[in-house]
């Protein structure tokens, strides 16, 4: 049986592989499994189908395939079409298994199906603490549990904030194991309207709780628990960021250098990195396939003697993907960065054994295998941002350097680097603005001169890492590096402050950017096949594009919304209009760039409000007919029944009863800020209850929002 359905699968791919009449796919047939693997994942996220419903399917293809085998070849050659379709079936059944089991709460090791509260918690801690403004952070392994008398071994991580003591230091590092009985709090989203889903994010992570401990709520212990490989790899990051930090002087250049080699970006400073995405050259400072492809290059040339001779072939294979896959593992392995080591290490086989493959078929491949072995690298923006550049490379990158010619070798480089740079932004565009909200309009100029100079720079810090055993070559070194880094730093201000260096508030849903890559692909294929007949096509995705953009605008101009944000410890709300938009809270939190663009700029995204009015010292607004109250401050309140409000929204630890309210007021309805004490608050909530009345916590349930 076993034989006949190995036979069976394979003889269903070849036949599936000669349905199409596309040439692409005739030279990347991994396509078609891409395909299928992916909807298959996408599926099993998005509708969450039992294991037992997922095992069912592949069961049934399976026998489908074993049965439609067994058929004479006149049958076989009449529904092999009926094979093709069971295969795709079933990967897209296997992607939805492996889906499933990616996610670290369908384990049946995970932590969270036996703790509870009180439960003794051993984890151990998988990095470095990295300091935050109020605490320690670690992200740590659950090691096991223990709870009346008995030991669980356990799976899954969980963010640790230490109390932010300089002698805390003393006790917790890399390995360490630490033991508390403290409740641990699942990690939830702030619910503020268009923000980060930072619930999901952490859950494909494996994380899913974190904790907050002070130096009396846990013990710990310097005895190893993480693998000797996991060990390496902290040493060598470790040692390496020591290099840098000791020889590079300067506040800013260290942590340029120490994200441009390894990844490392807890050092940045937030309006440096800001600077380098509204300059379109973010991919600098993001560990991506551009780092791997300098190092390939360097070998290469470093190694071509050994290509000459077929026997020494494949020791230079061995040696490039020894010294690849040391740097993207060291460096972080991003899904940008895996996705060129696995392309690279196709490329490399096929070197060595001196076969051409296509590069279609190798991104198809290489994205494939990625998926299998990380389902939910199919959310992550690096990942999409990389695959979509390259494909744009392989794409348009011969037709726009056929654009110009050049006899100068000098203008033919400069040219050819700047081809390369438009081919990238065309796929990468609709990505970007669809992620981030924004284009940056001067990416030509940036890319032209910041690659080649972070070029020097990698090499530099290669070469700072190789000569650190000699202090006087390694001091010489770093020094040069500083003054190069801080070149690309200042370049990168100048460009960043010229006027109109990029556009903000852009939006586009999911829907607007599907049809943006539709209108790129008819548009390419008409301009580089001369197909007249697409251009009604992509003219009618045109007009769909428009209308649909037209509908947004004019559902979110409706009528005014109020939205009361989740900003932990501070007032926070808007009041959105067209597009306008009226802050009404702390000004720590306008004023602040991260709090503004992490909690406050997504949701005017959302709604299109960009343009800001002044504010008000109001506590008292008559909004669409509605009357909003703002108690943010102690004071006499009027006499009952001389004003009515149909919203009260209590910041701080005010001193008032919710009933005391409500007599003055007539209010029915109140909603208590992120900056309210978590005790009032659940004083607060059983007044509400007591009385019948409609309350809100935003720390507790998100952020308010209300069409007035």
């Known amino acids: 049986m076993r034989p006949c359905l190995y036979r069976s699968i394979l003889f269903s791919y070849l036949l599936y592989m000669n349905l199409t009449y596309a040439p692409v796919w005739k030279e990347a047939p991994f396509i078609r499994l891409l395909v299928a693997l992916l909807t298959g994942i996408l599926l099993q996220w998005y509708t969450a189908a039992p294991l037992t419903l997922i095992l069912t399917a592949i069961s049934f293809f399976v026998l489908t395939l074993t049965g439609l085998s067994f058929l004479k070849v006149p049958l076989l ?78 799976k899954g991580e969980i963010i640790i904030y230490f109390q932010k003591d300089s002698s805390l230091l003393e006790q917790i590092s890399f390995g360490s194991t630490i033991l508390f009985n403290k409740t641990l709090q699942p990690i939830q989203n702030a619910g503020n309207p268009g923000s980060f889903d930072y619930k999901r ?105 050994l290509q000459a001779k077929a026997h020494t072939k494949w020791i230079r294979g061995v040696i490039i993907l020894l010294v690849l896959w040391g740097f993207t593992l060291v460096s972080g392995a991003g899904a940008s960065i895996l996705r060129s080591a ?39 923006v690096g990942f999409q941002l990389s695959y979509a550049a390259v494909l744009s490379i392989v794409i348009f990158l011969k037709p726009i350097t056929n654009w110009m010619y050049f006899k100068n070798k000098i203008p033919e480089a400069v040219w050819k680097m700047a081809a390369v740079t438009l081919s990238a932004q065309i796929l990468t565009t609709p990505l970007s603005i669809y992620h981030f909200h924004q284009l940056p309009n001067l990416f030509l100029l940036s890319n032209l001169v910041i690659v080649p100079l972070s070029g020097l720079t990698l090499y530099g810090e290669i070469f700072l890492c190789m000569v650190s055993f000699s202090s006087p070559v390694a001091q010489f ?38 049809l943006l890559y539709a209108l790129l692909v008819i548009l390419a294929v008409w301009l580089m096949k001369k197909k007249k007949g697409l251009l009604p096509y992509a ?12 509908i947004d605008i004019i559902l979110r101009y409706r009528q005014p919304i109020l939205v009361v944000y989740n900003v932990p410890q501070y007032r926070a709300l808007d009041i959105l209009k067209s597009n306008h938009y009226l802050f009404l809270g702390d000004p720590a939190v306008e ?118």
Not at 231 to 250: A, F
Not at 286 to 301: D, E, N, Q, R
Not at 351 to 366: D, G, I, M, W
Request: hydrophobic letters at 45%; charged letters at 15%; aromatic letters at 12%.
């Open 342 to 380: 696995v392309m690279f290490s196709f490329i490399v086989a096929g070197e060595s054994f001196s076969r051409q493959v296509s590069v279609y078929h190798t991104l198809a491949a290489s994205a494939f295998f990625l998926l299998c072995a990380n389902p939910f690298f199919a959310w992550d």
């Open 477 to 514: 070194t770093g020094n040069l590096l500083h003054y190069l880094i801080k070149a690309m730093n200042v370049f990168i201000s100048f460009v960043n402050n010229l006027p109109y260096a990029v556009t903000h508030n852009i939006r586009v849903d999911l829907v607007q950017t599907i």
């Open 77 to 154: 050659l009449r529904y092999n079409w009926l094979k093709a379709v069971a295969l795709m079936m079933l990967i897209a059944a296997t992607g939805m298994l492996l889906t499933y089991f990616k996610n670290i709460t369908h384990q049946r090791n995970w932590f969270g199906h036996r703790y509870d509260k009180g439960t003794m918690v051993i984890a151990s801690l998988k990095e470095t603490p990295i300091e935050k403004n109020r605490s320690f952070k670690v992200l740590a392994d659950v090691y096991a549990l223990a709870d009346k008398g008995q030991l669980f071994k356990t």
């Open 591 to 708: 004023n602040d760039h991260f709090l503004r663009n992490f909690h406050l700029r997504p949701t005017r995204h959302l709604f299109r409000a960009t343009k800001k009015q002044p504010a008000t010292a109001a506590d008292f607004l008559s909004v669409s007919g509605k009357n909003i109250l703002i108690l943010n401050s102690p004071g006499t309140l009027p006499a009952a029944g001389s004003r009515h409000a149909d919203i009260i929204i209590l910041s701080g630890n005010m001193p008032f009863r919710i009933q005391q309210l409500t007599e003055t007021f007539g209010c029915r309805q109140f909603i208590f800020d992120s900056s309210c004490p978590a005790w009032k608050t659940r004083q607060w909530k059983n007044e509400c209850d007591s009385l019948h009345l409609r309350r809100h916590s935003v720390s507790e349930e998100g952020a308010f929002v209300l069409n007035l």
């Open 539 to 550: 003219l009618c995705i045109t007009l769909v594009f428009t209308t649909t953009r037209a």
């Open 201 to 305: 994010y952490s859950l494909f992570q494996g994380i899913t709780h974190q904790v907050y401990l002070t130096g009396s709520d846990f013990s710990s212990t310097h005895g190893q628990l993480q693998p000797l490989f996991q060990q390496w790899l902290h040493q060598c990051r470790h040692k390496i960021l020591k290099i840098l930090k000791t020889h590079i002087p300067g506040k800013d250049e260290p942590a340029i250098a120490e994200a441009l080699l390894i990844g490392y970006r807890e050092d940045l400073d937030r309006d440096l990195v800001q600077q380098y995405s509204n300059t379109g050259v973010i991919h600098v400072i993001a560990i991506s396939g551009m780092h791997l492809a300098m190092i390939y290059g360097f070998l290469v040339i470093l190694l071509k003697p």
